[in-house]
């Protein structure tokens, strides 16, 4: 089955540095990779995806990159703000079931 | 639009008593299921999926079992509760096929005591 490998599994950044959170993953038929944001005690949330016919995907001050044939992918925090604080897991889908990574839990220091 | 419900929001139970989740979705039709946990500051182990009623995939051993006895209804059952069971329960759900879009429900925190 799939497994995905989550690094740092924790990241200290000061207010207004990026963050850069890596996955890697071994299912070569795995085709979607979402990105989560789980806040203390709640639910993970979207908070951007990618497509294994895309390469990199930015929604304003987040962006992800994959790497289909090295099956990697990384999500990137630019200008990071102190309500990004949170655990953020990657993810890999191959249509049937998702498999998470660890998490990442992601402080960031005013 | 598509909702997911999952009650109760917290649960505390004695080792050895039984347990029922409920998880529904609404808003569409046929969607893949899953049932997920959470140990205190962990990450989200897969236990449960279901592509469409009565069609259940379990992914590891233990003394939990799942039911979907309707298209948007999945349950997350244990006849006898561990004190290793107590964990952050998470449904959800996408569209198939693909997998894409999952959404979670607001989960259960349940403990064993």
């Known amino acids: 089955g799939e497994n995905v490998e989550q690094h740092p599994s924790t990241l200290s950044v000061q207010e207004g540095d990026s963050a850069v959170i890596k996955c890697t993953y071994s299912?070569?038929?795995?085709?979607?990779f979402p990105w989560y944001k789980q806040e203390l005690g709640k639910r993970p949330q979207l908070i951007i995806d990618?497509?294994?016919?895309?390469g990199e995907k930015k929604d304003q001050r987040i962006a992800v990159t994959l790497n289909k044939t090295a099956k990697h992918f990384s999500l990137h925090i630019t200008e990071t703000q102190p309500e990004d604080s949170a655990v953020y897991f990657c993810?890999?889908?191959?249509?049937?079931?998702?498999?998470f990574g660890a998490g990442t839990r992601l402080t960031v220091k005013p | 639009s598509q909702t997911i419900h999952q009650w109760p929001a917290t649960l505390v139970q004695p080792v050895g008593s039984p347990l029922s989740l409920e998880c529904t979705v609404e808003?569409?039709?046929?969607?893949?299921l899953y049932w997920y946990r959470q140990a205190a500051g962990r990450g989200l182990q897969l236990l449960f999926y279901?592509?469409?009623?009565?069609?259940i995939s379990s992914e590891v051993p233990q003394n939990l079992s799942a039911s979907r006895p309707q298209d948007r209804q999945f349950i997350l059952s244990s006849k006898k509760l561990l004190l290793s069971d107590s964990g952050f329960y998470l449904c959800?759900?996408?569209?198939?096929?693909?997998?894409?879009?999952?959404?979670f429900g607001s989960g259960t925190r349940l403990t064993v005591v």
């Open positions: 959800a759900w996408s569209v198939p096929p693909g997998g894409y879009g999952y959404t």
């Open positions: 299912d070569s038929a795995s085709n979607y």
């Open positions: 990618i497509r294994s016919n895309v």
């Open positions: 993810a890999a889908s191959n249509g049937n079931d998702m498999r």
């Open positions: 808003g569409t039709s046929n969607p893949n």
């Open positions: 279901s592509v469409g009623i009565g069609q």
